[in-house]
């Protein structure tokens, strides 16, 4: 394990992490373990998870992890009290997990609006259904959501990705104000682009996967810069994290001038549905 110089606020804490298999999940599992929390991980996919888990054992962390879908309730409930039956305590839930699909709206079926939805949505819904009650009979905890720049600024081809962040940072935000009351906090994460595979696992319908990626590779960070970015903001329990100077810089312009960010996407929009560059 790397040595710090002081003793991290996440020192002996637990700390829940969904979708920790991969991407920005499994760099907040990896620091979180690095800076001394018991981290409880977990991902659908088994051998992204065993593979997270492996990594954090062999370097001293101390790791739990479970193979689960963010979209069962039972199961998120399970693990969730599974935690505070074996550890005594939940002190930091990530609801991490997400996917993404891309393509112009008229081109989604009703089982990818509803996919993104039950991840995106309803896998935070899950997460915090269980928790937070626990946390308010706590007296303490902390809930961080990851939604997305998408959930500040619109952005066309991934209207249903927007609407699933929109909502989680609406939820977060006005729970924020109720924990308050309970000693409970709550943060919602907006990353610009992360260099994960979310992009490569998505779903995309009618565009080109690779001038996705390209605009990523450009203009993302890390994971691991992410997580570090998230655990910064977690220590000074700001309400709403965003990662990435580009994220931050068009949430300034977006403030600054209304419209005009619309006003861009739309002109783009257009013209690459002209040029055939979305179906
Ligand atoms: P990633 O694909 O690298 O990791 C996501 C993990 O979630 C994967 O391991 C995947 O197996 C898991 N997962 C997917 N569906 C699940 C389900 N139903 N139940 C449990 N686990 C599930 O992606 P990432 O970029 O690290 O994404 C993490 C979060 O960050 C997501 O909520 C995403 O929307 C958000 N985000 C990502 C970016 C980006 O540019 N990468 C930007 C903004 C927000």
């Known amino acids: ?38 981290v409880v991980i977990s991902d659908i996919n088994s051998g992204r998870i065993e593979n997270t888990a492996e990594g954090i054992a062999r370097s001293g962390g101390k790791v739990t992890a479970a193979t689960l879908d963010v979209s069962d309730y039972e199961a998120v409930k399970s693990m969730v009290e599974g935690t505070l039956a074996t550890h005594g305590r ?56 990851t939604a997305s720049i998408e959930g500040l600024v619109p952005f066309p081809a991934t209207v249903s990705y927007v609407a699933s962040k929109y909502a989680v940072v609406g939820l977060s935000s006005a729970l924020r104000i109720e924990g308050a009351a309970h000693g409970v906090r709550v943060s919602v994460v907006c990353p610009g682009y992360v260099r994960t595979a979310i992009f490569a696992d998505s779903k995309i319908i009618g565009m080109d996967r690779q001038n996705i990626k390209g605009l990523i590779d450009r203009l993302g960070v890390t994971p691991e810069e992410c997580a570090r970015i998230i655990l910064g903001g977690v220590e000074r329990n700001e309400a709403t994290i965003i990662v990435t100077f580009y994220a931050k810089f068009l949430c300034f312009i977006n403030r600054l001038i209304p419209g005009l960010w619309v006003w861009l996407m739309a002109r783009n929009y257009r013209k690459a549905v002209e040029n055939g560059m979305i179906r």
């Open 1 to 38: 394990m790397r040595e710090t110089a002081a003793v991290s606020i996440f020192q002996g804490k637990v700390a829940v992490i969904t979708g920790a298999g991969s991407g920005i999940g499994k760099s907040l599992a990896e620091e979180l373990a690095r800076r001394g929390a018991r």
């Open 90 to 145: 939940i002190d930091y839930l990530f609801n991490n997990a997400g996917i993404a699909i891309a393509g112009p709206a008229k081109e989604f079926t009703i089982e990818d609006w509803r996919r993104v939805m039950d991840i995106n949505l309803y896998g935070v819904v899950h997460g915090i259904a269980v928790a937070y009650p626990l946390m308010v009979k706590q007296g303490w905890g902390h809930i961080v959501n």
